[in-house]
């Protein structure tokens, strides 16, 4: 598979990216944009929730990145 090439800079990402609202269960939640200490570019999310499974709720833990494609590659 070809690699794919990031359309915006690191300095684009620094100025314009947004937090990301994202729902999991109903429940709304915000990814922050980060740079990654892989030197990718993304969002994070790291939060906890309750859930039904049946009849029964139970917290489970959320951790998620976001990472755009090709951007561990952009120069510093």
Sequence with gaps: MAKTTCPITRADFRE???????????????????EFSTGSL????????????GDKTITAQ???????VGSKELPG
């Design 16 to 34: 314009h990216a947004e937090a990301v609202e994202i729902t999991i269960g109903g429940i709304p939640m915000t990814a922050d944009p980060k």
């Design 42 to 53: 993304g969002w994070y999310l790291n939060n906890k929730v309750n859930l039904k499974v």
């Design 62 to 68: 959320i951790g998620m990145n976001l990472t755009i």
